[in-house]
């Protein structure tokens, strides 16, 4: 019987590892390098990685480059050299944008062109996935099973990674239990575990929805700030209560709540875009500087949680046409959009604005 763990397992541990600043070793055949995320790494080891390979680079996203002035020219990231004597206060300078307005000189950069660039696209990857900020220092080994196993690294195969990184969103049902809501009585809270190990995602049922009809159903993803603590800065708690209350006014509906704090880049970088806001950029432009696109969501995780309770057809609760065409693209029928237009005030008019010009969302 074969105890080791599979490539999701591995992929979840290694998340763990990156969490923590603990590098994690990538092996395709006879190459070997290995990543550790900018982030959480300390100073003690981020010097001793570097001495390691003097070809050490900082792999940062082509959008985080674009912000630096930095060449990328490897498409959708950039590899930056390191400058001689570059330290880990050196890299977070260019992994954070936090100070960019007050040391914005942070140049020059020297971009590295040509070779393989797919350890370090899995990097940033998986620095996404780890809701971090996407910067990893990379270096190569020379035998990467070698120097994973003497420093007890976890080790992953590229090929096996990648496929399980990009398919491993199959999700369980947990457990389902009744659960009565102001809105209505007749209300059941399903929750759904992720084989790939992932933050566990919930769906609300109202009333006993027949499956054959399309569903009244809002795809919502968490909002921390918006739904428990009642911000200003958007409309998510507006449109999370209205959904619930059409739906039981209905007395029938689907709530998918969604894991994906932030667009799906995590409370804390979240935050860190606030605070890129506060500066005076846009929620898009906040993003981009972190180094993350416009929306970092899998969406396919709400298509895949309504196939699971038996619909195939729904009336969606929406301003962003998006969504309609990811639910049709993956096998859901959307036979109606259903406006949501609540929540704005003078605090989130900037916001909701930007939502619309740049997302396009339908406000």
Same mark, same amino acid.
């Given at each position: 019987?074969?105890?080791?763990?599979?490539?999701?397992?591995?992929?979840?541990?290694?998340?763990?590892?990156?969490?923590?600043?603990? !590098?994690?070793?990538?092996?395709?055949?006879?190459?070997?390098?290995?990543?550790? !995320? &900018?982030?959480?790494?300390?100073?003690?080891?981020?010097?001793?990685?570097?001495?390691?390979?003097?070809?050490?680079?900082?792999? &940062?996203?082509?959008?985080?480059?674009?912000?630096?002035?930095?060449?990328?020219?490897?498409?959708?990231?950039?590899?930056?050299?390191?400058?001689?004597?570059?330290?880990?206060?050196?890299?977070?300078?260019?992994?954070?944008?936090?100070?960019?307005?007050?040391?914005?000189?942070?140049?020059?950069?020297?971009?590295?062109?040509?070779?393989?660039?797919?350890?370090?696209?899995?990097?940033?990857?998986?620095?996404?996935?780890?809701?971090?900020?996407?910067?990893?220092?990379?270096?190569?080994?020379?035998?990467?099973?070698?120097?994973?196993?003497?420093?007890?690294?976890?080790?992953?195969?590229?090929?096996?990674?990648?496929?399980?990184?990009?398919?491993?969103?199959?999700?369980?049902?947990?457990?389902?239990?009744?659960?009565?809501?102001?809105?209505?009585?007749?209300?059941?809270?399903?929750?759904?575990?992720?084989?790939?190990? $992932?933050?566990?995602?919930?769906?609300?049922?109202?009333?006993?929805?027949?499956?054959?009809?399309?569903?009244?159903?809002?795809?919502?993803?968490?909002?921390?700030?918006?739904?428990?603590? $009642?911000?200003?800065?958007?409309?998510?708690? !507006?449109?999370?209560?209205?959904?619930?209350?059409?739906?039981?006014?209905?007395?029938?509906?689907?709530?998918?709540?969604?894991?994906?704090?932030?667009?799906?880049?995590?409370?804390?970088?979240?935050?860190?875009?606030?605070?890129?806001?506060?500066?005076?950029?846009?929620?898009?432009?906040?993003?981009?500087?972190?180094?993350?696109?416009?929306?970092?969501?899998?969406?396919?995780?709400?298509?895949?949680?309504?196939?699971?309770?038996?619909?195939?057809?729904?009336?969606?609760?929406?301003?962003?046409?998006?969504?309609?065409?990811?639910?049709?693209?993956?096998?859901?029928?959307?036979?109606?959009?259903?406006?949501?237009?609540?929540?704005?005030?003078?605090?989130?008019?900037?916001?909701?604005?930007?939502?619309?010009?740049?997302?396009?969302?339908?406000?």
């Amino acid at each position: 019987m074969n105890l080791r763990p599979d490539p999701l397992e591995m992929l979840a541990r290694a998340r763990a590892d990156l969490r923590m600043g603990v !590098p994690v070793v990538l092996a395709d055949g006879k190459e070997s390098m290995l990543f550790a !995320p &900018i982030e959480t790494l300390d100073p003690s080891r981020f010097q001793a990685l570097c001495e390691l390979d003097d070809g050490a680079v900082l792999a &940062i996203t082509a959008r985080r480059a674009e912000t630096l002035k930095a060449r990328a020219y490897d498409g959708t990231l950039a590899r930056l050299t390191l400058p001689k004597g570059a330290d880990l206060a050196w890299a977070r300078t260019v992994a954070d944008p936090k100070d960019d307005l007050n040391n914005p000189m942070k140049g020059p950069f020297h971009s590295a062109r040509g070779g393989d660039t797919r350890f370090h696209s899995f990097a940033l990857d998986m620095c996404k996935d780890a809701q971090l900020l996407p910067a990893a220092l990379v270096i190569s080994l020379q035998d990467g099973t070698t120097f994973g196993t003497t420093h007890n690294f976890t080790q992953l195969d590229m090929a096996t990674s990648k496929k399980a990184r990009e398919t491993g969103n199959a999700m369980r049902n947990v457990v389902s239990a009744g659960l009565p809501l102001s809105v209505s009585q007749a209300g059941r809270l399903h929750v759904f575990r992720p084989d790939d190990g $992932g933050e566990e995602h919930y769906a609300v049922e109202i009333g006993n929805p027949d499956r054959s009809r399309p569903v009244l159903c809002r795809l919502h993803s968490a909002c921390f700030t918006g739904d428990i603590l $009642g911000s200003l800065k958007c409309d998510c708690g !507006p449109q999370l209560r209205s959904a619930l209350a059409q739906m039981g006014a209905t007395g029938a509906g689907v709530l998918l709540y969604l894991s994906q704090e932030g667009r799906g880049i995590g409370l804390a970088n979240k935050m860190r875009a606030y605070s890129l806001q506060d500066q005076g950029f846009d929620t898009v432009e906040a993003n981009h500087r972190l180094g993350f696109e416009d929306d970092e969501r899998n969406f396919r995780i709400g298509t895949n949680i309504l196939k699971k309770l038996g619909f195939d057809k729904v009336r969606l609760l929406t301003n962003n046409p998006a969504k309609v065409a990811m639910m049709e693209n993956q096998g859901i029928a959307v036979t109606e959009r259903v406006a949501l237009k609540v929540g704005e005030n003078p605090l989130n008019a900037d916001y909701l604005a930007t939502k619309a010009a740049k997302s396009g969302h339908l406000l």
